[in-house]
DNA sequence: ACGGTATATAACTTTCAAGTAATATTCGAA
DNA sequence: TTCGAATATTACTTGAAAGTTATATACCGT
């Protein structure tokens, strides 16, 4: 059978291809924070910083728990994870790769000489 | 001194955070490929694959190789790393900040309840 | 019940990247 | 030295996401 690469799912990677939302995502390291909190501390509007959070609860990054009228936005790791396992799928490639590569020129190599 | 966390380059995310672009990436796995090819495979017309080959260029994920009038695309394994290192920086606070969520849920409680 | 606070949502404008069409460049071969 | 093939680039159109403004909803304390 052929060997499973997992396929990484773009939604995830446009979700953090985003300047405002990654610097959510890092100061989510520390601490689970309320909107009020991640927007003052990322200098964003109170409806912008809500529309990047939904983004990242939309694709799992977040999860969000009620407490009064405070949302508390806490990191998933399950989003972190399979881009962990993705990631880690081309280890091993690369330097097999270069082998090939070089195999390649080689050849090309001839082929321009003869 | 604080603790170092890399810091994410947003272009190569950027650069990933797309279904094409993905797939040329997945493609390259295999070996190095010219435009022709790639274009081929993921039915893509050839200039708008030299676009998103030139976006992969510009943020390092992908080096080309001239040889005749044949331009060889291949992967290169910095930005993976980095990417993986990133990733790895989140490993083991997850858990942590799930025992700091249990408190701050144990807290808010008390909060509310005294 | 009322007023203030925290957040979400809807409607809108703007910005930027995806996609397309046409043209330029470079190379090898006849 | 011309011709066709491979690729890049430029100019353009379009669509989606970022950002903004205004309003709605829900909650707590009084």
Redesign the interface.
């Known amino acids: 059978m052929p060997v499973e690469?997992p396929?990484?799912d773009?939604t995830t990677?446009?979700a953090?291809?985003?300047?405002n939302r990654?610097a959510i995502i890092?100061l989510l390291?520390e601490?689970?924070l309320t909107v009020g909190e991640i927007s003052h501390q990322i200098k964003l509007s109170q409806p912008h910083t809500s529309k990047h959070l939904k983004v990242l609860s939309d694709c799992g990054i977040v999860k969000v728990?009620a407490?009064?009228n405070r949302r508390?936005y806490?990191?998933?790791?399950e989003p972190?994870q399979s881009?962990?396992s993705w990631?880690?799928s081309?280890?091993g490639?690369?330097?097999e790769?270069f082998d090939?590569?070089d195999r390649?020129?080689k050849e090309?190599k001839n082929e321009?000489e003869f």
Chains 1, 2 share one sequence.
């Open positions: 690469t396929n990484m773009v990677l446009k953090l291809a985003e300047p990654l890092e390291r601490s689970p728990l407490k009064a508390y806490k990191l998933r790791p972190f881009l962990e990631i880690k081309f280890q490639i690369m330097e790769r090939n590569l390649l020129l090309l321009g």
